[in-house]
Nanobody
Framework: QVQLVESGGGVVQPGGSLRLSCAAS????????MSWYRQIPGKERGFIAR???????KYADSVKGRFTISRDNAQNTLYLEMNSLAPDDTAVYYC???????????WGQGTQVTVSS
């Protein structure tokens, strides 16, 4: 059973940094494409960043140059390094695991990030 647990959220001032983690279990992590999404109340969940099995990365334009996605296959953990945070980055951040063979998707419970002075 796929299990994803996000951590690392919190309150940070504009211009600050945070690193989110997503601990994965119940599946072969290295075989899954991993992504981060975020959601603001009343809006749809939106794509932030993706890292493929081979380590290729893709970012939403809104975070390009500020956020970095990475994965540690030995530790079954996905990361999102967030720099130069702005109030518009305030959201619940979710980890997503996509099985590249079946296309099935799994989500974590989310972690709240609040950027405020």
């Amino acid at each position: 059973q796929v299990q994803l647990v996000e951590s690392g959220g919190g309150v940070v001032q504009p211009g600050g940094s945070l690193r989110l983690s997503c601990a994965a279990s119940g599946f072969t992590f290295s075989y899954y494409e991993m992504s981060w999404y975020r959601q603001i109340p009343g809006k749809e969940r939106g794509f932030i960043a993706r890292i493929t099995v081979g380590g290729y990365t893709k970012y939403a334009d809104s975070v390009k140059g500020r956020f970095t996605i990475s994965r540690d296959n030995a530790q079954n953990t996905l990361y999102l390094e967030m720099n130069s945070l702005a109030p518009d980055d305030t959201a619940v951040y979710y980890c997503n695991a996509a099985d590249i063979y079946t296309g099935s998707n799994s989500w974590g419970q989310g972690t709240q990030v609040t950027v405020s002075s």
